[in-house]
């Protein structure tokens, strides 16, 4: 089993090996965000990569936006594009250890299907954590069955909802319809809710 540490995201990065950055904000999510009205929302968007989420989010003036990345590369390459986001919302970590809270959204976008898939468990108890009681883990899921071979790791609709239903309200669970090309009809969109 390969280790999914800082090292082995780093060389992705080094080596340009990132299949899973589609190099703009993916429609479900910009379809999501542009419904949002209020600027000042807290958002969080974890694994975050070159994160074309942060740009969409920064571009549409949303103010209170936070990522974090466990990989240095990206977080390099977003200073670099915006050399005024505050340093204390650009953030170099392990998510599992990131102990700044209270947000009103969370933005998932393949950072799930990227974790050791033992981990997933924890993943859904640090989000609830990480969320205001009215907050909202919002984002897409890879549909294909889970193997040994990922990352990314699958799932299907059973699997989530029988991980996420006890800590969460499952709002929305639906093979998004405006997926991107290769990944149309992988991909869930959900809206899931703290209980
Ligand atoms: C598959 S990439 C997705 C990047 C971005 N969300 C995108 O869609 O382009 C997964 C990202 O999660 C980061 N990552 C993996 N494990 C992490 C962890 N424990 N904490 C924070 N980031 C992590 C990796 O460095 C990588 O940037």
Redesign the pocket.
Known sequence: MKK?NREF?ENKYIQGDMG???GYVSPPLKHYIDQLTDKNLKILI???????ELMYLTEKGFTNTYI????RP?LEAIRAKLPNFPEERLLE????DLNIGDFDLILE???F???SPQLRPKYVLKMKTLLKPQGKLVGLLFNFPLSKSG??FGGSTEEYIALFEKHFNIKLLKTAYNSIKPRAGKELFFIFEPK
Do not use: E, K, S, V
């Open positions: 999914l995201w899973w950055d589609i974890p694994g975050a990569g070159n994160a074309h974090i990345d466990i990989a990206p970590g392990d998510f599992f976008q393949t950072f299907c990227a974790l990352p990314p």
